[in-house]
């Protein structure tokens, strides 16, 4: 028999674009919710209970009740692309390329916290260093981003592309998160292995999706004498044999004349940069990818893969 696998919030962004990526896959039953009964309690419910794999694709406080409205059956195995269980101990990080036995975990959970666009992001350059001994656990980190304006969902997709909504946004590029309270930051602190909370400056740019995430360093406060070189050469370990998540050769990436934060929309891959002159005090780690690919929809997919393998 075929999994049965449903999407709770399939008509919202997230949801929609799981759909699109489950489209044509003969291997998978997919449970469907009629769009104007998506808010349907005992519908929502009955499916999720009828299901092998469930994945919520709602905010926060949605993704909670759903979890509590299967907490009685063992069958179902939830993937929950909320913020709401990022840091839970009982629930298995997906971030496959975290650690070389996190596709393991995810594989044998129950419970699977899908990760948020921006730590994915944030997450794939500090970690590595940390395990690498490079990073000090102490190190003030900053975390600078923007985000294609789907990462804020069918209200901002409406305000930006809507210029009658009453709260049309004009702006080509914003600032927001402000009071530097952002709800990832919890998330890039545990799983970037931090005992510091980074300093999280996130933005929206005019372009539905792409994400760059900029975490720049000062040499000198690194351990072991560390280099563009080593730094580099750390990450390349780190992600070696992967195929999603790729680290740029040095040579290419000092040749760039600038990073496009469109470049890998509509893909589900992730690209690591290292940038920097040698023997200068700075270096800027980048990474590209597109907040509803590998940020979103395509780790949720992924994730699916290996549970229904696991
Ligand atoms: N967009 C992105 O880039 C990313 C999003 N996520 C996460 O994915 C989740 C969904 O976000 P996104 O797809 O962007 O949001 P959207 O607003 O686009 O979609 C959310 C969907 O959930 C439905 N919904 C809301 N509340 C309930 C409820 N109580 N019961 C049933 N359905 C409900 C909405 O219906 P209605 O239309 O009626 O409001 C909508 O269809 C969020 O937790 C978000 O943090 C994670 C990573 C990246
Ligand atoms: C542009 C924008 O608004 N982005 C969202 C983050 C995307 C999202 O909702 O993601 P998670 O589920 O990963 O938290 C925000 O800053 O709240």
Known sequence: ??????????????????????????????????????????LREDLLNSADVAILCLPDDAAKEAVAMVSGNNQVRI?????????????????????????????????????????????????PLRLAGILPEDYPVTVNAVSGYTGGGKQLIAQMENADHPEHVASPHFLYGLPLKHKHVPEMQVHGLLSRAPLFAPSVGKFAQGM??????????????????????????????????????????????????????DTDRMKLYVFGTAGAPHVN?????????????????????????G
């Open 1 to 42: 028999m075929k999994p049965k696998i449903f999407i709770d919030g399939e008509h919202g962004t997230t949801g929609l674009q799981i759909r699109t990526r489950m489209a044509g896959r003969s291997d998978v039953e997919l449970l469907s919710i009629p769009e104007a009964e998506r808010r349907n309690a005992q």
């Open 79 to 127: 993937i929950d692309t909320s913020t709401a269980h990022r840091v839970n101990p009982d629930w298995a990080y997906g971030f496959a390329e975290m650690d070389r036995e996190q596709p393991k975990k995810i594989a044998g959970a129950r419970y699977v916290a899908n990760p948020g666009c921006y730590p994915t992001g944030a997450i794939g350059l500090l970690r």
């Open 212 to 265: 760059i995430v900029q975490v720049p360093l000062y040499l000198a406060d690194l351990n072991g004498h560390a280099s563009l070189g080593s730094i580099h050469e750390a990450l390349a370990d780190h992600y070696a044999g992967q195929d999603i998540v790729e680290v740029v050769d040095l040579k290419e990436s000092a040749a760039l004349p600038r990073v496009d934060a469109v470049e890998l929309a």
């Open 285 to 309: 780690l980048v990474t590209l990818l597109d907040n509803l690919g590998k940020g979103a929809s395509g780790a949720a997919v992924q994730n699916m893969d290996l549970m229904l393998k």
